[in-house]
């Protein structure tokens, strides 16, 4: 028996899984299934795969009644697209299924995604207010080109994949002349720390080349963003809709890498701590005040940018970067954000909220549809 379609119905679209259940992101699904039904939404949890071949129904989960129930469902109203992936074959079957839904079932994305960091960079480069906290940026085309972003950046270069996330396969590359080393740190494609040497600049860029393959990366100038004890840190800031549809400040939290690691991602070991108490134990509390309201005053700024150029987005993770003279750096913005931070530092009102605002904005879309 079909779930009949109420007024509210969302989907949370996510990849397939292995295990006792068969999709990703199990505990955050839960999350947002109690959340719709506090709101008097259902949410189910749904994959590319289980949309019906008759395209009129869905085979899904919801929790409900203390545990995880299966049922088919109508198609929503809302999809909320939490379905991580960059493989090729994966997003090509994800459009097939959600353009066969779209011919026969009208419903809207609770928010769009963005088109690769290079795009993003250009869209940033706009707004003229945002320019003086963007790192120099160029796409990855070819070994000579880096070399001449070496000669002209001090002989150093950070690389980093246009469609990754949690800091796989980025390098930090240090090639002070062409007659010197090359000296490679970063994490390889299963987020392993990497350290690299090479006895000269052309045999390290072969192997960088070699390494990037055929992958979309962009260049930008390397910044020392280090705690005063030499780890790795940055900021993230969650922005999300609210049940206004307005913009707000969800909550931020500070994320610190091991010493040896190029990057802080929580994915790859990094440690998350209270924001705020953070910035004022490393730089005083004046000037680490001052970077906290940069980094909210950048935060409220950078959403609206952002759907100028790509359209309807419903929440960023917008991370920061601070040099030991405190400069603020926009290092990267992801419109399908973790929030894993919030719970970890004990920030239970950010945390609480970054699972409801998504609900609450969806029930916001349905209100205001005519």
């Not at 040099?323 to 004990?346: C, M, T, Y």
Request: proline share 5%; hydrophobic share 35%.
């Amino acid at each position: 028996m079909i779930n009949k379609r109420a007024r509210g119905m969302v989907g949370v679209l996510v990849r397939e899984a292995d295990g006792m259940l068969p999709f990703s992101e199990p505990d955050f699904c839960r999350k947002l299934c109690l959340t719709g039904h506090r709101c008097g939404m259902k949410v189910f949890v749904f994959t590319p795969s289980s949309i019906s071949a008759d395209k009129f129904s869905i085979r899904g989960f919801c929790f409900e009644n203390g545990g995880w129930q299966q049922g088919v469902y109508a198609p929503p109203d809302i999809v909320y697209d939490r379905c991580f992936s960059y493989d090729r074959r994966t997003l090509h079957r994800k459009h097939i299924a959600m353009k066969r839904l779209a011919e026969v079932h009208q419903f809207s994305y609770l928010t769009r995604g963005l088109s690769g960091k290079w795009n993003v960079h250009q869209a940033l480069l706009q707004c003229p207010e945002l320019v003086p906290y963007l790192p120099d940026t160029l796409p990855y085309r070819t070994k000579n080109q880096l070399e001449q972003w070496l000669d002209s950046h001090q002989g150093e270069a950070f690389l980093k994949p246009q469609h990754g996330t949690h800091g796989k396969r980025t390098l930090h590359v240090v090639s002070p002349s062409v007659s010197e080393k090359l000296l490679l740190t970063g994490r390889d494609g299963r987020n392993q720390i990497l350290h690299r040497q090479f006895q000269s600049r052309q045999e390290g860029l072969n192997w960088i080349h070699s390494f990037i393959a055929n992958r979309p990366y962009i260049m930008q100038s390397y910044l020392e963003l280090v705690t005063s004890g030499k780890e790795p840190f940055d900021i993230r800031a969650l922005m999300q809709k609210n049940a206004r549809g307005c913009w707000e400040l969800t909550g931020m939290a500070a994320r610190i890498g091991a010493r040896e690691s190029l990057t802080s991602n929580l994915h790859g070991g990094g440690t998350p701590l209270q924001a705020e108490s953070f910035l004022r134990s490393e730089f005083g509390i004046g000037p680490g005040d001052r970077i906290a309201d940069t980094v909210r005053k950048l935060s409220g700024k950078i959403p609206i940018c952002l759907e100028s150029r790509f359209g309807r987005l419903a929440e960023l993770g917008i991370d920061f970067g601070i040099d030991r003279a405190g400069n603020v750096w926009v290092l990267e913005i992801n419109s399908k954000p973790g929030r894993s931070s919030f719970f970890r530092i004990g920030d239970a009102a950010s945390a609480r909220k970054s699972i409801e605002n998504p609900i609450l904005y969806a029930r916001y879309l349905l209100l205001s549809k005519p």
